[in-house]
Nanobody, 120 residues
């Protein structure tokens, strides 16, 4: 079985920074694209940032220039560095990854979510 475990959420003041981490564990053959989504109360889940196994990244317009996604393929871990945080960034952040297990087609996996609250 594969698990994605997130960490790094919390309460931060506007203008502050947080770094989220998400590690994939289990018997893994390879990890493809890794993504961060977020869901604010009363809103649909939205894609925040994505990164391919080769390191190509893309971002939602609302976070461009403030957030940076990166990954460590040796650790099957993806990061989201969030700077210049604003109250509108408040949400539960979810990690998502396409994971191949030996002999099993690639499948989507999700983390449990980590709360990020931006407030003074």
């Amino acid at each position: 079985q594969v698990q994605l475990v997130e960490s790094g959420g919390g309460l931060v003041q506007p203008g502050g920074s947080l770094r989220l981490s998400c590690a994939a564990s289990g018997i893994i053959f390879s990890v493809g694209a890794m993504r961060w989504y977020r869901q604010a109360p009363g809103k649909e889940r939205e894609l925040v940032a994505a990164i391919t196994s080769g390191g190509s990244a893309n971002y939602a317009d609302s976070v461009k220039g403030r957030f940076t996604i990166s990954r460590d393929n040796a650790k099957n871990t993806v990061y989201l560095q969030m700077n210049s945080l604003i109250p509108e960034d408040t949400a539960v952040y979810y990690c998502n990854a396409v994971v191949w297990r030996l002999g099993v087609p690639g499948s989507d996996y999700w983390g449990q979510g980590t709360q990020v609250t931006v407030s003074s």
